[in-house]
């Protein structure tokens, strides 16, 4: 199965600042087939980003993901106060879909 | 209103089996995927099993001894058994929408397996 490596694991900003997460996978994402989630405390996640950087429904434009092969990031553009969270990347390019461990994003 | 809510026994013995049901509404459940995934306390996220409306299905290699999804179309149900069960089985237990990305989904159900 492909593992998927977030880092770092723990990410300090402040409100307005930009957040750059980081998913690496053990070997290449079949048509880089990657999502992001978010996760805040005591809910479930929500779907952000698809196909590695299409935008879900009613997500804000300060969400964007990038990258191909094994390399993909998410970036927050200006971190608002509901986007500290936990945010976990997944892939569905082989038959085992599997997530990375997550990265929290935290207020400095 | 959420459109899938879990159900299902929170307190499930160790080596029995656990069951449970997701309820979609706001839409019928003959049209997409459908998946269980699952987060033990603290920890992150494992996709367990889809199912689409005809009846095919996928599992995820470490639970496939263990686990059976079903799907109920005249109830748009689909259902999760999973058997044996260990203490390493507790965890909130989600259902959700797709195959390859999630979403919408459940906003889950924890199971505890103790005696």
């Known amino acids: 199965e492909i593992v998927l490596t977030q880092s770092p694991g723990t990410l300090s900003l402040s409100p307005g600042e930009r957040a750059t997460l980081s998913c690496r996978a053990s070997?290449?994402?079949?048509?880089?087939?990657l999502a992001w989630y978010q996760q805040r405390p005591g809910q479930a996640p929500g779907l952000l980003i698809y196909d590695a950087s299409s935008r879900a429904t009613g997500i804000p434009d300060r969400f964007s993901g990038s990258g191909s092969g094994t390399d993909f990031t998410l970036t927050i553009s200006r971190l608002e106060p509901e986007d500290f969270a936990v945010y976990y990347c997944?892939?569905?390019?082989?038959?085992?879909?599997?997530f990375g461990q997550g990265t929290k994003v935290e207020i400095k | 209103q959420v459109p899938l809510q879990e159900s299902g026994p929170g307190l499930v013995k160790p080596s029995e089996t656990l069951s449970l049901t997701c309820t979609v509404s706001?839409?019928?459940?003959?049209?997409?995927?459908w998946s269980w995934i699952r987060q033990p306390p603290g920890k992150g996220l494992e996709w367990i099993a889809d199912?689409?409306?005809?009846?095919?299905?996928d599992y995820n290699p470490s639970l496939k001894s263990r686990v059976t999804i079903s799907i109920d179309s005249s109830k748009n149900q689909f259902s999760l058994n999973l058997k044996s069960v260990t203490a390493a089985d507790t965890a909130v237990y989600y259902c959700?929408?797709?195959?390859?990305?999630?979403?919408?989904w459940g906003q889950g159900a924890l199971v505890t397996v103790s005696s």
């Open positions: 706001g839409g019928s459940i003959n049209t997409y995927y």
């Open positions: 959700a929408r797709g195959a390859s990305s999630f979403g919408p």
């Open positions: 199912i689409y409306f005809r009846g095919n299905t």
């Open positions: 070997e290449s994402v079949s048509n880089n087939y």
């Open positions: 997944q892939q569905y390019g082989s038959s085992t879909r599997t």
